[in-house]
């Protein structure tokens, strides 16, 4: 069965530079969810987006914004990269309106800031 | 204090053992996750629960909603269970679909 896709898996960027970040959900999947793992801390959420539209908002930084397309894929982009964005980035789909929502990880993507 | 608790922080067990983690939640919910994370790897989804008890294989969830508590046990554990799991709770949030709040996670690790 098809899962979440995340690319790219591993990206290394300076500070100040921008990065994008790409969450292909499960196909028919209508929802999708930003989190942020830091080095040895809980994954925190960030933003979440139903039907192309931010559906909830945690602690997303201002630096970074997101949006979901019209095939459902959601891009994450940061800008003004800093040391402490260095973390793992996990993207979760889902199917709004089935089985309370349950949430589909992808595997993440590795962002180091140097 | 942490909305969702789980002990032990840290466990170890010999192979064949079996296992139980526990987690505490202080919110209403809709629903629990249990979650699997290797080192460096990736989250994968074990179970989702509202209610009552799942099993998968060697491993079983339960749950019970008044004491806002759940577990998570694994039969006959082996050195490839080795690895974080985390318990995340959705908020009731009057039918709205909330993100996850997690736990700080249970490290298992199974000697040979």
């Known amino acids: 069965a098809a899962g979440v896709i995340q690319s790219p898996r591993h990206l290394i960027k300076e500070k100040r530079e921008t990065a994008t970040l790409k969450c292909y959900p499960i196909?028919?999947?209508?929802?999708v969810y930003w989190y942020q793992q830091g080095p040895g801390q809980d994954p925190q959420f960030l933003i979440s987006f139903y039907e192309k539209m931010q559906s909830d908002k945690g602690s997303i930084p201002d630096r970074f914004s997101a949006q979901q397309f019209s095939d459902y894929h959601s891009e994450l982009n940061m800008s003004s990269l800093e040391l402490g964005d260095s973390a793992l980035y996990f993207c979760?789909?889902?199917?709004?309106?089935?089985?309370?929502?349950?949430?589909?990880f992808g595997p993440g993507t590795r962002l180091t800031v140097l | 204090k942490n909305e969702v608790e789980q002990s032990p922080q840290n466990l170890t067990a010999q192979e064949g053992e079996f296992i139980t983690i526990n987690c505490s939640y202080s919110v209403g919910i809709s629903a629990l996750h249990w979650l699997q994370q290797h080192p460096g790897g990736g989250i994968v989804s074990l179970f989702m629960l509202s209610s009552g008890k799942k099993k998968h294989g060697r491993l079983i969830a339960t749950i019970n909603i008044q004491e806002k508590h759940s577990s998570l046990h694994i039969t006959a554990s082996h050195p490839r269970d080795s690895a974080v799991y985390i318990c995340a709770v959705r908020l009731w949030e009057g039918g709205s679909q909330g993100n996850l709040i997690f736990g700080k996670g249970t490290k298992l690790s199974v000697k040979p």
């Open positions: 979760a789909s889902s199917l709004w309106a089935a089985n309370y929502n349950e949430q589909f």
């Open positions: 196909p028919r999947h209508d929802t």
